[in-house]
T-cell receptor
Framework: AQSVTQPDIHITVSEGASLELRCNYS??????LFWYVQSPGQGLQLLLK??????LVQGIKGFEAEFKRSQSSFNLRKPSVHWSDAAEYFC?????????????FGAGTRLFVKA | EAQVTQNPRYLITVTGKKLTVTCSQN?????MSWYRQDPGLGLRQIYY???????DKGDVPEGYKVSRKEKRNFPLILESPSPNQTSLYFC?????????????????FGPGTRLTVT
């Protein structure tokens, strides 16, 4: 069965420090991969996506992610975190189901930023 | 403005009283979906629809119904709500790869509906 694992429930980093959020997926073929961000009390916004081609993808707000097929991973990175990045981050996979494409989300990683 | 709208945004109801949460998108998207978000569980897909009259179950469909009679609308129906359906619900839409020049299931989310069933 398809699944998405985000091993870290929460992470705390200092402002200006680098960030890496981990995501591992289980799927038989190459899925569509996404990272979404949810600020407190808000809906979800797409940060970036991968479906083919260059395995390093750039997103909004200075985020990037790297697809590693051998590790079934799609980790999110940012070189220098800003206080406004404090939010919850979700990794997601779109995988083929019986009637089309199902979407599976990880449980999320909450990012805290220290001043 | 491209958007997904949901109504109502907040709803408190009692066990067994049928309710409908509406979802509408103005982007001519083929794909629409409903999710519930619960603490520590992330978002779980309830139902999705690839196009008009084409729907399928997600991971947690029990207790919910959907219909897709028009491309823009995808209402979520709770025939007999129970307290375990208290949650934050999101509707989302996206284009389908290969249509309208789209390349992936990049989803646009509505603002959410917070439902409490007592």
């Amino acid at each position: 069965a398809q699944s998405v694992t985000q091993p870290d429930i929460h992470i705390t980093v200092s402002e200006g420090a680098s960030l890496e959020l981990r995501c591992n997926y289980s799927y038989g073929a190459t899925p569509y991969l996404f990272w979404y961000v949810q600020s407190p009390g808000q809906g979800l916004q797409l940060l970036l996506k991968y479906f083919s081609g260059d395995t390093l993808v750039q997103g909004i707000k200075g985020f990037e992610a790297e697809f590693k097929r051998s590790q079934s991973s799609f980790n999110l990175r940012k070189p220098s975190v800003h206080w406004s990045d404090a939010a919850e981050y979700f990794c997601a996979v779109a995988a083929r189901g019986t009637g089309g494409f199902k979407t599976i989300f990880g449980a999320g990683t909450r990012l805290f930023v220290k001043a | 403005e491209a958007q997904v709208t949901q109504n109502p945004r907040y709803l408190i109801t009692v066990t067994g009283k049928k309710l409908t949460v509406t979802c509408s998108q103005n982007m001519n998207h083929e794909y629409m979906s409903w999710y519930r978000q619960d603490p520590g569980l992330g978002l779980r897909q309830i139902y999705y629809s690839m196009n008009v009259e084409v729907t399928d179950k997600g991971d947690v469909p029990e207790g919910y119904k959907v219909s897709r009679k028009e491309k823009r609308n995808f209402p979520l129906i709770l025939e007999s709500p129970s307290p375990n359906q208290t949650s934050l619900y999101f509707c989302a839409s996206s284009s389908v790869p290969g249509t309208s020049g789209s390349s992936s299931y990049e989803q646009y989310f509505g603002p959410g509906t917070r439902l409490t069933v007592t």
